[in-house]
């Protein structure tokens, strides 16, 4: 009887052993977007009625070594013929300390970003969407730089990044030097359930030498029964923005919106609602409002438009 259980505990061991020892080949995906409609503006009473047509293409790749590592990397094309062609492109190696990752992307403060809810491709928005043009969020872009991300613990993660150009972006050199233009940042987040209510926190540093003072951001997201509600507050020592969201998910239908205004500085205030319908998997048409009260810019932005995913 022990020879058995000896026999079947060596069988058991060998085959999880085998089976964490497997490899899978490097392979390529294809995804994307499409954002398209029509976008109304009011320039300071000089109306603008347009078409929108904005997407990108995505070329992923990920393969796992014999060892457990997993490899990985993202090429984001934009769909349209702009002086930043290609938006954000990474390779990372993951493993059970986590990943480093090294590329164009968001940085770590832009990660752990919470508190803020958006429409369908941030087209609809009220703090720092495409039309939201009083605030954006951290103020880092998709500069060339390294990450190191932890491993999940209990929903808890944090991140951290350097980048040694903050001007790089977008990145068109194979090597990026600093030039005292460096930017570093870190994150943490916390995503966890109680009782029905599904809570997300985040929290970040940004800082470098281009900045004049570093820049603070706490968000949270608190989501029950198809409601959600959030908050995001950042200490930018220009405007201090705070932004206050809601939604509502019911069958395929979800409505949101929100304000965000400035607590230091000049009295501005920014705001938007939306609607969208989840036509299938993929497809999502959205009508959308913001307005604003800044003296120049566009004061209203009325927008309706076909969301297309793959």
Do not use: C
């Not at 052993?17 to 409609?37: D, F, I, K, N, Q």
């Not at 230091?264 to 205030?269: A, V, Y």
């Amino acid at each position: 009887m022990k020879k058995i259980l000896f026999a079947s505990t060596a069988l058991v061991a060998a085959s999880v052993a085998g089976a964490s020892m497997a490899s899978e080949p490097l392979s390529a995906s294809l995804h994307g977007y499409m954002h398209v409609g029509l976008i109304y503006q009011d320039n300071n009473n000089d109306p603008d009625l347009g078409v929108l047509n904005d997407g990108e293409i995505h070329f992923r790749f990920r393969g796992v070594s014999d060892n457990g590592l997993t490899f990985s990397g993202k090429v984001e094309l934009e769909s349209f013929t702009t002086g930043d062609q290609i938006d954000e492109y990474w390779t990372s190696v993951s493993g059970s300390f986590g990943s480093i990752g090294i590329g164009a992307d968001d940085s770590a403060a832009d990660w752990s970003d919470k508190g803020v809810i958006y429409g369908p491709g941030a087209h609809a928005a009220y703090f720092d969407g495409f039309y939201s043009i009083l605030f954006s969020r951290n103020g880092s872009g998709d500069d060339p730089s390294i990450r190191y991300t932890s491993p999940n613990f209990s929903g808890f993660q944090i991140a951290a990044d350097w980048a040694p150009d903050d001007t790089a972006d977008p990145g068109n050199q194979q090597i990026t030097f600093g030039n005292n233009q460096q930017r570093w940042s870190i994150g943490a987040i916390y995503d966890g359930s109680f009782s029905g209510f599904d809570i997300g926190i985040g929290g970040s540093y940004l800082d470098g030498d281009l900045y004049v003072d570093p820049i603070y951001a706490v968000g949270v997201d608190i989501g029950w029964s198809g409601f959600q509600v959030s908050a995001h507050y950042e200490n930018d020592s220009i405007n201090d923005p705070v932004a206050i969201g809601a939604s509502y998910k019911t069958g395929p239908w979800t409505f949101g919106g929100g304000v965000s205004f400035a607590t230091n500085g000049p009295d501005l205030t920014n705001w938007g609602v939306w609607a969208a319908y989840s036509i299938m998997p993929g497809a999502t048409a959205t009508l959308s409002y913001e307005g604003n009260d800044r003296n120049a810019g566009y004061n209203t932005t009325v927008l309706g438009y076909l969301s297309l995913s793959f």
